[in-house]
């Protein structure tokens, strides 16, 4: 995320002296792995996002766990 967020001139910037709405960008980028490129949302990482470790599920799209892991019932809480 960080490279992301360095990548834009002004963001880079911002970083010398942040202030809340930086902050709350920089948290909602760590979360959905998503970042603003111009005014444009760009992704960053998918498998990466804290989303997924905060919903306890991994990231559509890759493995749940070993092989056949699909079939079984979820663990409830």
Not at 6 to 15: D, M, N, R, V
Not at 62 to 75: E, K, L, V
């Amino acid at each position: 995320m960080l490279k992301a967020l360095l990548a834009t001139p002004s963001t880079a910037a911002k970083l010398a002296q942040p202030d809340a709405a930086f902050e709350r960008e920089i948290i909602t980028a760590w979360y959905t792995g998503t970042h603003d490129v111009r005014g444009e949302r760009q992704v960053a990482t998918h498998t990466g996002a804290l989303k997924w470790r905060s919903l306890g599920i991994p990231a559509p799209g890759q493995c749940a766990g070993r092989f056949g892991a699909w079939s079984q019932r979820p663990a409830t809480r």
